[in-house]
């Protein structure tokens, strides 16, 4: 973990619904014994989708403990992959590539104009909790820059005014 940004502890111990339980224990059968490790990644997308779309560190010592492994190798993997969020977020994360190409055509200028809409700076959620801004490296869409990645869906060639539609588009869906 980087010494500047420590995971929130919130105190709370999580347990996996039965179905999520069930669906961790078929991710682990796909490994052999003993490389049950294997499906870390694959279960801390499933703890962020039942725990409020963030891992907490309690969240991760759960993991861990699951997995029978240690928490460090846990803390390694959730901080190293820009996808999975160790502080809590929003239910709409932007995540705006900011690599070379990107850069080149505009990522900076959309950034920019995205703190401004909203009201925030990377790394930091809106009052209302619907959305949280956050840069990656890249995205793989170097052909369709600048762009962005919410969830699973991207969004390329854009323009500030196809960041505001898509702003007011999230907002009319998710209803604020």
């Given at each position: 973990m980087s010494s500047h940004h420590q995971p929130h502890k919130t105190g709370?111990?999580?347990q996996f619904s039965p179905a999520a339980m069930q669906r961790v224990h078929e991710?682990?059968?796909?490994?052999?014994?003993?490389?049950?490790?294997?499906?870390?990644?694959?279960?801390?997308?499933?703890?962020?989708?039942?725990?409020?779309?963030?891992?907490?560190?309690?969240?991760?010592?759960?993991?861990?403990?699951?997995?029978?492994?240690?928490?460090?190798?846990?803390?390694?993997v959730a901080t190293f992959y820009t996808m999975l969020n160790i502080e809590p977020v929003g239910k709409i994360v932007f995540e705006v590539c900011r690599t070379g190409p990107c850069m080149l055509v505009g990522s900076d200028q959309l950034i920019e104009?995205?703190?401004?809409?909203?009201?925030?700076?990377?790394?930091?959620?809106?009052?209302?909790?619907?959305?949280?801004?956050?840069t990656a490296e890249c995205l793989g869409a170097c052909g369709y820059a600048p762009m962005l990645q919410c969830g699973k869906k991207f969004h390329e060639h854009l323009t500030p005014e196809k960041v505001d539609t898509i702003i007011d588009e999230y907002r009319k869906q998710f209803g604020n």
């Open positions: 709370i111990k999580p991710l682990m059968s796909h490994f052999p014994k003993g490389k049950q490790k294997s499906a870390l990644l694959s279960i801390l997308h499933l703890a962020e989708e039942e725990f409020g779309g963030w891992l907490s560190v309690d969240t991760m010592d759960y993991v861990a403990e699951i997995l029978n492994i240690k928490p460090i190798e846990v803390y390694e104009h995205i703190e401004k809409r909203l009201n925030i700076k990377i790394g930091e959620t809106t009052k209302d909790g619907m959305f949280t801004l956050k």
